[in-house]
């Protein structure tokens, strides 16, 4: 059964993850800025125990990210790196495309155009 959790207003983020074949889905919907930083940490980073080293975070209802959300990415991309892991960006719409793009986060965390296809890449 997947996790959802609700930001206070429903326009921000929402978030949803479930695991598949070991690796760690989650799906974000809204908007990733420094409201939300401590959320998609949770969401990425997790809060106890140890979180899988694989990791696809689908971003295909992400509207809008800022050096907020790409701060926390990088976060994750060292600590599943650090784990033998790594983390995959999928669905990312072409705003939050150009961010990655625009840093150079898209050459540490690799993007696909679905989900699927960042778990069987």
């Known amino acids: 059964m ?6 206070d207003r429903p326009d921000r983020l929402t978030v949803e993850d479930h695991v598949v074949e070991g690796v760690r889905v989650v799906t974000l919907r809204g908007e990733i800025d420094h409201d939300v ?7 990425l980073l997790g809060e106890e125990g140890p979180v899988p080293a694989r990791i696809v975070a689908d971003l295909t209802g992400v509207t ?4 907020s959300g790409l ?16 983390v995959r960006i999928a669905g990312a719409q ?28």
């Open 37 to 43: 930083q401590d959320k998609l940490s949770k969401a």
């Open 71 to 86: 701060n926390v990415f990088v976060a994750a991309y060292q600590q599943a790196r650090d784990a033998d892991g790594w």
């Open 94 to 121: 072409p705003s939050v495309l150009r961010v990655l793009h625009m840093t150079g986060v898209d050459e540490l965390i690799t993007c696909h155009p679905s989900a699927e296809q960042a778990l069987t890449a």
């Open 64 to 67: 809008f990210m800022d050096s």
């Open 2 to 7: 997947p996790h959802t959790e609700q930001a």
